[in-house]
């Protein structure tokens, strides 16, 4: 079974663009969810999204949005990008998402200037 | 509040010695842990899991214990390899109406030396 997938890997935008990224979970995992690491923050929570309804939010500005379709893809978009953006996101996907395993995929490094 | 925390944000180890991660969490209603390791450049890999009606669980020269009691998880890692070298997290599940929530610890970087 493939793994999560995410594109693209990597990322340079500059200040006040926007960005969207995306994600390809693990075939039959309905639930996707996004984290942002950056090392001063480590691994944190964006959102989760399940059957196309987002269920569960981190605290994140509205900056951050995400959103998934019916083939359980998921995307997430970043409006006017700051340099504290600059970061890797990861998504990880389960089957339902309560009280399951998360796989992560490798992650897109984003470099905001 | 809610926290995860690990003791020790960097481990050297020798070649075959054993690990021994740590990590304290403090939320009680926490029902489900979680080991990743995460390798430079790579997204967090699952090594293994645990139940909170469980106390101990095995796995190929992993064991992770559990002590309810104190709120504590510690990751063993059994004759390490140089290929552990890797940030070891922990994170703790806490499901809600059906829902999930995982808080990530902040890492341990273990540090393998030949």
């Known amino acids: 079974k493939a793994g999560v997938t995410q594109t693209p890997r990597y990322l340079i935008k500059t200040r006040g663009q926007q960005v969207t990224l995306s994600c390809s979970p693990i075939?039959?995992?309905?639930?996707v969810s996004w984290y942002q690491q950056t090392p001063g923050q480590g691994l944190q929570f964006l959102f989760e999204?399940?059957?196309?309804?987002?269920?569960n939010k981190g605290n994140f500005p509205g900056r951050f949005s995400g959103r998934q379709f019916s083939n359980s893809r998921s995307e997430m978009n970043v409006s006017t990008l700051e340099l504290g953006d600059s970061a890797l996101y990861l998504c990880a996907s389960s089957g339902r998402g309560a009280g399951e395993t998360q796989y992560f995929g490798p992650g897109t490094r984003l470099l905001v200037l | 509040g809610e926290s995860v925390g690990l003791h020790l944000p960097t481990l050297s180890v020798q070649e075959g010695d054993n690990s021994i991660i740590n990590c304290a969490y403090s939320n009680s209603a926490s029902d489900y842990f979680i080991w990743y390791k995460q390798e430079s450049g790579k997204g967090p890999q699952f090594i293994i899991d645990?139940?909170?009606?469980?106390d101990k669980r095995q796995g190929q020269r992993v064991t992770v214990l559990l002590n309810k009691t104190v709120k504590h998880l510690s990751l063993q890692i059994a004759a390490t390899q140089p290929g552990d070298s890797a940030v070891y997290f922990c994170a703790e599940n806490i499901r809600s109406g059906g829902y999930q929530k995982v808080t990530f610890g902040t890492g341990t970087k273990l540090q393998v030396i030949p």
């Open positions: 999204y399940f059957s196309e309804t987002q269920r």
């Open positions: 075939s039959g995992h309905r639930s």
């Open positions: 645990i139940r909170s009606n469980m």
